[in-house]
């Protein structure tokens, strides 16, 4: 079993940043891929980012990318999202989401196993 719990999120000009955490408790999370998603009021969840186990691998959503960087620390039992130039538009709660069979479909939300609560990330215009 693991449980996840996000931190880092805020309210943030246009064009600023923030870093979201994701700690993890249960010793097989660094055996795990990691998702961080978002869902804005009325909106579906939407895939942000993914990281393989050991943080060799990383994806991004073509609305993010070169904007956001996922990373991992294993011997902390942690994953960061680290958020730059942010836009009014990235308004949501974020999540981190572990997936332990590895899925292929890694933008696919259903596929993961465990959620946190979410972190809500606002930005001001």
């Known amino acids: 079993q693991v449980q996840l719990v996000e931190s880092g999120g805020g309210l943030v000009q246009t064009g600023g940043s923030l870093r979201l955490s994701c700690a993890a408790s249960?010793?097989?999370?660094?055996?795990?891929?990691v998702g961080w998603f978002r869902q804005a009021p009325g909106k579906e969840r939407e895939f942000l980012a993914h990281?393989?186990?050991?943080?060799?691998?990383?994806s991004y959503a073509d609305s993010v990318k070169g904007r956001f960087t996922i990373s991992r620390d294993n011997d902390k039992n942690m994953v960061y999202l680290q958020m730059n130039s942010l836009k009014p538009e990235d308004t949501a709660v974020y999540y981190c989401?572990?997936?332990?069979?590895?899925?292929?479909?890694?933008?696919?939300?259903?596929?993961?196993?465990?959620w946190g609560k979410g972190t809500l990330v606002a930005v001001s215009s």
């Open positions: 989401a572990a997936d332990q069979t590895w899925t292929m479909a890694i933008e696919d939300h259903s596929k993961y196993d465990y």
């Open positions: 990281v393989n186990w050991s943080g060799g691998r990383t």
């Open positions: 249960g010793r097989l999370f660094s055996s795990y891929a």
